[in-house]
């Protein structure tokens, strides 16, 4: 007599193990995507660009996230997130970051890298199961949601830098997406199956690196000495209308922040692997939310771009510099006036600045936060350099001689030239 079973044929087409394996997949891509992202802000000139990618790298760092405790779910009792079979996308991904201009990098992005990344996940979404994936469920739907307005966000913005690119540098962009989309082909896409083994032509000859000297937006005004007391600590830090200019400049100048905070990002990635890239994902993008703050303020308040200053001083301060400066600077000098947040809170409050205010209350409790991820992560810089993790006093001195240097080179023109942009400022504000 055979035996007959119930059919099992509705559900099931990935067991356990298929599932994990595919989600590892997703989770690398996105963390490839994530540090890619990061080490190109300070290379896009772009404003708009420059503040609204680390909101999208962030995204798709808690995506990641979100895919690796998925995957450790399903491969208890391991933690073992292996590169295996998909070295081949990691190449790719690698490979991207060498794109010739910060357009071609963007483009990729929004036509070739997110679209696949889009298509992987729904493709995962129809044949997986809700009931035995469930988990899974929630955060994919909410990552093609971002997908879909991050390629939107990006086109909106891509098409009309296009229109002012030179047109060789419009070409070479062009026509390197459509090199690395015929890459992304020939491995098979990004998808369900393994992909297949990269060629040597994905093996850039260096590795990638963040520019040093930032690229910025010439409709901005662009000098290294965003106010005077940059440079002149004679130079009034002000009250009324000064500190509610003073401030938003302050917030506005936060742009070094986010460059820097990117660096910092991709240079310590695979140092200190993934529990660091993702507090450093949010910390950039809490950098540009601060940043848009300032500028939003000013903008209400009549300013347009080239009446605004744009410094540069303090990322330029470690250039040539061991990273972990650039992490120190981002922990010090953004930590160091926190304690006067909350009485600027309540300046604010009795001025009846209630936009200055609520920004200031915000920016307070994102600071909280970076005081302990700039502790965490100093520290245990330190210690895989065989240092004292608790002891920063090199890394404080080393940071206030190397931007005390660079103060010193500031130029009678310049410093001339930062007073009448202040002054003008000043003068525009108190005449509204
Ligand atoms: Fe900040
Ligand atoms: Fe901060």
């Not at 460059?259 to 993934?274: I, K, T």
């Not at 994902?281 to 848009?292: F, G, K, L, P």
């Amino acid at each position: 007599m055979t035996m007959s079973f119930l059919p099992g044929v509705h559900r099931g087409k990935y067991m356990r193990y298929d599932t994990a394996v595919i989600l590892k997949r997703f989770y690398l891509c996105e963390k490839m995507t994530v540090i890619a992202q990061a080490g190109w802000l300070p290379g896009i000139p772009y404003f708009e660009m420059k503040t609204l990618l680390p909101k999208i790298l962030w995204e798709d760092a808690m995506t990641a996230n979100a895919l690796r405790e998925r995957v450790f779910e399903l491969r208890f009792p391991s933690r073992i997130l292996e590169v295996g079979e998909d070295q081949g996308l990691i190449d790719l991904l690698e490979y991207a970051r060498h794109a010739p201009n910060a357009l071609a990098f963007l483009t990729a992005l929004s036509k070739v890298l997110k679209p696949a990344m889009l298509r992987a996940y729904e493709t995962y979404l129809e044949l997986a199961d809700e009931i035995g994936d469930g988990p899974t469920y929630r955060f994919m739907k909410l990552a093609i949601d971002e997908k879909y307005q991050q390629i939107e966000t990006l086109n909106q913005h891509i098409d009309r830098y296009a229109a002012h690119e030179e047109p060789a540098e419009l070409e070479r962009a062009e026509q390197w997406v459509k090199e690395l989309q015929t890459h992304l082909d020939r491995l098979g896409g990004i998808g369900l199956d393994s992909p297949k083994a990269a060629g040597a032509e994905l093996k850039p000859g260096k590795p990638f690196e963040p520019l040093e000297v930032p690229a910025r937006d010439q409709k901005f005004c662009n000098v290294r000495f965003y106010w005077p007391d940059n440079v002149d600590p004679a130079f009034p830090y002000g009250s009324g209308i000064q500190l509610q200019l003073r401030s938003a400049v302050s917030h506005l100048n936060e742009v070094w922040a986010v460059e820097n905070a990117g660096h910092v990002l991709y240079s310590f990635a695979d140092e200190l692997g993934w529990e660091f890239i993702y507090d450093a994902a949010r910390w950039v993008y809490d950098e540009s939310r601060h940043c848009r703050m300032g500028y939003e303020r000013l903008k209400s308040w009549g300013f347009a771009e080239h009446e605004l200053p744009l410094g540069t001083y303090i990322y330029d301060s470690c250039k040539g510099q061991d990273p972990i400066y650039r992490l120190g600077m981002l922990f010090y000098f953004e930590s160091k006036n926190i304690g006067k947040k909350l009485d600027r809170v309540k300046n604010f409050e009795s001025m009846n600045d209630r936009m200055s205010q609520h920004d200031m209350d915000f920016d307070w409790a994102d600071e909280t936060i970076h005081t302990s991820y700039g502790k965490k992560w100093l520290s245990a810089v330190l210690e895989r350099r065989g240092k004292n993790p608790d002891d920063y006093t090199e890394i404080k001195d080393v940071c206030e001689q190397i931007t005390a240097k660079t103060v010193q080179t500031a130029t009678p023109e310049e410093i001339a030239q930062i007073i009448d942009i202040a002054n003008k400022i000043i003068a525009k504000a108190s005449s509204l």
